[in-house]
């Protein structure tokens, strides 16, 4: 969620533009100094490109078939081969930074410089704070406490205590509870804001209630993942400083439902359904995620059997991996993967992989590992408000925020803005600014900066 921003001083101005030159003499010593190396080192360097491309591609082909072949000693075989390859690049280019010393060193000198001076002059850019408004403190808040997330986060760090210390009312999840029951009894009972400590699984259930009683909604990171906590701006490793969202400012966030169920992070059908629904997924995440997607790219599990459509009329049909989510993820990017930039922008994202081979799916990894995953005959993304999948069958099982559940069809999805009051920590403070130092768009903003035409 993007904030207003604020106006700097004059001295914050003058500080950013010094940043700026510096980062653009750095970024010019930087280049000196690589066309340098490369004018004096010749063949060597020539060499080392050619080594360091061929090892990457064989490195990629082992490591993709380290994960896609059933046999235990050809995964070690494959692992083995990465490490060797990896040492092997390591080694050239060690011997290659002795033998061209002083140019490396300024290389490395001139990058450091240009990352530390360029952040400092692109700070500004962020917002100074969210979109939010202040709140009157609920005089009986609520909080529901699952003291099995996070294998036992909660008490670990004696959330209970620490929250009716606050004057919090908590109750501890019980085996057979029903969290939406429970947080429509004590909202009856006079609670005016109703809180969850726990992961993804247990947020929406409760969250569903707040919208339907107009209550305010917080969410304590007290699970394993807690991908909803992050997007909020919340410090997933400090569970306890979340508490202090009963007495801070409120914010308005976008829902998602499918059927009459909501979900605040995404509803996945298909090979990723099927993760989440394997019996041994919470005890072994990675080797039953491992297990499920091998069985997928080797063509041994069906296609999901839905059909919709895109935005443009195109039918969709038998795609491996169908994800519905509330607001845009990044998933084009694979250093950002899986983020959300904002929960107010009143849409849902679509993204449909239908790679049909083990080959098609591996083109479309390496294109998300250069940022380049387009929409294409393997993969397609797009945002709309609303979507509905049918299917011949009358119920698919789906992961909504991550817990398994079975949905009957047809499927109806949609967005409903803002409807989540959201109450967040008063000393929570916006997240940095994605920072991509080498980007045309970051020269131009330093550019802009150093020569004072930056907007505040």
């Given at each position: 969620?993007?904030?207003?921003?604020?106006?700097?001083?004059?001295?914050?101005?003058?500080?950013?533009?010094?940043?700026?030159?510096?980062?653009?003499?750095?970024?010019?010593?930087?280049?000196?100094?690589?066309?340098?190396?490369?004018?004096?080192?010749?063949?060597?360097?020539?060499?080392?490109?050619?080594?360091?491309?061929?090892?990457?591609?064989?490195?990629?082909?082992?490591?993709?078939?380290?994960?896609?072949?059933?046999?235990?000693?050809?995964?070690?075989?494959?692992?083995?081969?990465?490490?060797?390859?990896?040492?092997?690049?390591?080694?050239?280019?060690?011997?290659?930074?002795?033998?061209?010393?002083?140019?490396?060193?300024?290389?490395?000198?001139?990058?450091?410089?240009?990352?530390?001076?360029?952040?400092?002059?692109?700070?500004?850019?962020?917002?100074?704070?969210?979109?939010?408004?202040?709140?009157?403190?609920?005089?009986?808040?609520?909080?529901?406490?699952?003291?099995?997330?996070?294998?036992?986060?909660?008490?670990?760090?004696?959330?209970?205590?620490?929250?009716?210390?606050?004057?919090?009312?908590?109750?501890?999840?019980?085996?057979?509870?029903?969290?939406?029951?429970?947080?429509?009894?004590?909202?009856?009972?006079?609670?005016d804001a109703v809180g969850v400590a726990?992961?993804?699984?247990?947020?929406?259930?409760?969250?569903?209630?707040?919208?339907?009683?107009?209550?305010?909604?917080?969410?304590?990171?007290?699970?394993?993942?807690?991908?909803?906590?992050?997007?909020?701006?919340?410090?997933?490793?400090?569970?306890?400083?979340?508490?202090?969202?009963?007495?801070?400012?409120?914010?308005?966030?976008?829902?998602?439902?499918?059927?009459?169920?909501?979900?605040?992070?995404?509803?996945?059908?298909?090979?990723?359904?099927?993760?989440?629904?394997?019996?041994?997924?919470?005890?072994?995440?990675?080797?039953?995620?491992?297990?499920?997607?091998?069985?997928?790219?080797?063509?041994?599990?069906?296609?999901?059997?839905?059909?919709?459509?895109?935005?443009?009329?195109?039918?969709?049909?038998?795609?491996?991996?169908?994800?519905?989510?509330?607001?845009?993820?990044?998933?084009?990017?694979?250093?950002?993967?899986?983020?959300?930039?904002?929960?107010?922008?009143?849409?849902?994202?679509?993204?449909?992989?239908?790679?049909?081979?083990?080959?098609?799916?591996?083109?479309?990894?390496?294109?998300?590992?250069?940022?380049?995953?387009?929409?294409?005959?393997?993969?397609?993304?797009?945002?709309?408000?609303?979507?509905?999948?049918?299917?011949?069958?009358?119920?698919?099982?789906?992961?909504?925020d991550g817990e398994a559940v079975v949905?009957?069809?047809?499927?109806?999805?949609?967005?409903?803005?803002?409807?989540?009051?959201?109450?967040?920590?008063?000393?929570?403070?916006?997240?940095?600014?994605?920072?991509?130092?080498?980007?045309?768009?970051?020269?131009?903003?330093?550019?802009?900066?150093?020569?004072g035409r930056a907007s505040a």
């Amino acid at each position: 969620m993007r904030a207003d921003f604020t106006t700097p001083g004059r001295s914050v101005l003058a500080r950013r533009r010094a940043w700026a030159w510096m980062a653009l003499a750095a970024f010019a010593g930087l280049v000196i100094g690589i066309a340098a190396v490369v004018v004096l080192s010749g063949e060597s360097l020539i060499g080392l490109v050619l080594t360091g491309v061929l090892g990457l591609l064989l490195a990629a082909a082992a490591l993709w078939w380290a994960f896609t072949t059933r046999k235990v000693w050809k995964r070690w075989l494959n692992l083995a081969l990465i490490v060797l390859l990896v040492g092997a690049f390591v080694v050239d280019l060690v011997a290659f930074s002795l033998w061209n010393a002083a140019g490396m060193l300024a290389i490395v000198v001139a990058a450091l410089a240009y990352g530390l001076a360029s952040r400092r002059a692109l700070t500004g850019d962020a917002p100074a704070a969210r979109a939010e408004r202040s709140a009157t403190p609920p005089a009986r808040p609520w909080l529901l406490v699952n003291p099995r997330s996070g294998d036992g986060t909660a008490g670990r760090i004696g959330l209970v205590d620490r929250a009716r210390a606050r004057g919090v009312s908590v109750h501890e999840l019980a085996p057979g509870d029903d969290p939406a029951t429970l947080a429509r009894a004590a909202v009856a009972a006079g609670a005016d804001a109703v809180g969850v400590a726990g992961g993804d699984g247990s947020l929406g259930l409760v969250a569903a209630v707040a919208v339907e009683l107009d209550v305010p909604f917080v969410c304590v990171p007290a699970g394993t993942r807690n991908h909803f906590a992050h997007d909020l701006g919340l410090e997933r490793a400090d569970p306890l400083a979340a508490l202090g969202a009963f007495t801070g400012p409120e914010r308005r966030i976008d829902v998602g439902m499918v059927g009459d169920r909501m979900f605040l992070n995404n509803v996945s059908l298909g090979a990723y359904a099927d993760v989440v629904a394997d019996p041994g997924y919470r005890a072994r995440k990675l080797a039953t995620g491992q297990l499920v997607l091998q069985g997928a790219v080797r063509g041994e599990r069906a296609r999901l059997a839905v059909e919709f459509y895109d935005p443009e009329g195109l039918l969709h049909q038998e795609v491996l991996v169908l994800l519905v989510a509330n607001n845009k993820y990044q998933l084009q990017h694979a250093s950002q993967l899986g983020a959300r930039d904002r929960l107010d922008d009143g849409v849902l994202q679509v993204s449909a992989l239908r790679a049909r081979t083990g080959a098609a799916l591996a083109r479309v990894v390496a294109q998300a590992a250069f940022g380049r995953a387009g929409t294409g005959a393997a993969w397609a993304q797009w945002e709309t408000t609303a979507l509905r999948v049918d299917s011949k069958l009358p119920d698919l099982p789906a992961g909504v925020d991550g817990e398994a559940v079975v949905l009957s069809t047809p499927l109806e999805f949609r967005i409903l803005p803002r409807a989540l009051r959201v109450l967040v920590p008063g000393t929570l403070r916006p997240p940095a600014p994605k920072h991509r130092p080498l980007s045309l768009s970051a020269l131009r903003r330093l550019c802009a900066v150093a020569l004072g035409r930056a907007s505040a």
